[in-house]
């Protein structure tokens, strides 16, 4: 069984601060996938990483995707209070396979 | 375009009773997933279709739970003799096909069951 650990939990931190999670597995992903779950809603999309070491960065957010494909790491500079949150990563593997969630980790930002 | 929809958007419903639950995919992708997130919990697997066939169907938790998707379009996910237990919210995702290694699921808004 493959499984995704999400660390921390629970993170509350000051608009303006920088801020790392990370989502660690045993198991080799083909892909690993993050998302923003907002209360009410189905988890919005925000980056798909595939290759071994890839660093893809979205505006204030940097992921990247550990040389062996078994774990990630979302980091996100100056955070503002728009970007509180259940931050998820998914683990996916080749086609059209079902993804394995972690935990997820609760951003709070405060203003 | 549009995302994938599902209704209800909430649904409360007495133990033992029979509830159904509805997807709609984007349109043209051909695979679709349910998945049931519990409180504070990642979302977890149930089942998967390919088209008109449920390709895995291992994350179903006993035989109360079933899901159709006649015409490889709109889904149905159907829960016999409900049991407090299977309060949750039941998301729904498509995701195109291709020649690609990895595809990208997009997820609904979910339906939150609640079985008093």
């Known amino acids: 069984t493959q499984l995704l650990e999400q660390s921390p939990q629970f993170l509350s931190i000051q608009e303006g601060e920088n801020l790392t999670v990370y989502c660690n597995s045993s198991?080799?992903?083909?892909?690993l996938q993050w998302y923003r779950q907002e209360p009410g809603e189905g988890p919005v999309l925000l980056v798909t990483?595939?290759?071994?070491?890839e660093v893809k960065k979205l505006k204030r957010l940097t992921f990247q995707f550990g040389d062996a494909r078994k774990d990630s790491s979302l980091h996100i500079t100056a955070a503002q209070t728009g970007d509180t949150g259940l931050y998820l990563c998914?683990?996916?593997?080749?086609?059209?396979?079902?993804?394995?969630f972690g935990k997820g980790t609760r951003l709070s930002v405060i203003a | 375009g549009a995302g994938v929809s599902q209704t209800p958007s909430n649904k409360v419903t007495e133990k033992g009773k029979y509830v159904e639950l509805r997807c709609d995919p984007i349109?043209?992708?051909?695979?679709l997933y349910w998945y049931r997130q519990s409180l504070g919990q990642g979302p977890e697997f149930l089942i998967y279709?390919?088209?008109?066939?449920?390709?895995?169907d291992s994350g179903l938790p006993n035989d109360r739970f079933f899901a159709v998707r006649p015409e490889g379009s709109v889904s149905t996910l159907k829960i016999q003799r409900t049991e407090r237990g299977d309060s949750a919210v039941y998301l729904c995702?498509?995701?195109?096909?291709?020649?690609?290694?990895?595809?990208?699921?997009?997820f609904g808004p979910g339906t939150r069951l609640t079985v008093t």
């Open positions: 995702a498509s995701s195109p096909s291709g020649s690609r290694g990895t595809y990208e699921q997009y």
């Open positions: 198991s080799v992903f083909s892909s």
């Open positions: 990483v595939v290759t071994g070491g």
């Open positions: 998914a683990g996916g593997n080749s086609g059209n396979t079902p993804l394995v």
């Open positions: 349109s043209g992708h051909t695979a």
């Open positions: 279709f390919q088209g008109t066939g449920a390709a895995d």
